[in-house]
């Protein structure tokens, strides 16, 4: 199983950028989709993005398409999620997530999440 940990959170102004890595530990990295996903206080966790195991597709949630890039190194098992023009209401936990399925429905490993601020 593989397990991960992710960085690169922080407290930001709105309009900044941030990138969050997720670093894998594991020889299996290259098989699974990697999805990135956030929780803001009171909130379920939602879906953000994800990217196919060989990174030759991704997808997006409408909140951050053209703001957001998720990409991956697969010989450095890491996946990063580029986030440009962040706005206050991205405030949230960010976590990276593995699964052998784009549709996430099952999730074979967590990060323990990153806290990404943005203020105003």
């Known amino acids: 199983q593989v397990q991960l940990v992710e960085s690169g959170g922080g407290l930001v102004q709105a309009g900044d950028s941030l990138r969050l890595s997720c670093a894998a530990t594991g020889r299996t990295f290259s098989s699974y989709a990697m999805g990135w996903f956030r929780q803001a206080p009171g909130k379920e966790r939602q879906f953000v993005s994800a990217?196919?195991?060989?990174?030759?597709?991704?997808y997006y949630a409408d909140s951050v398409k053209g703001r957001f890039t998720i990409s991956r190194d697969n010989a450095k098992n890491t996946v990063y999620l580029q986030m440009n023009g962040l706005k206050p209401e991205d405030t949230a936990v960010y976590y990276c997530s593995a699964s052998y399925s784009m549709s996430f429905v099952k999730i074979e490993s967590w990060g323990q999440g990153t806290q990404v601020t943005v203020s105003s």
């Open positions: 990217i196919t195991s060989n990174g030759g597709h991704t």
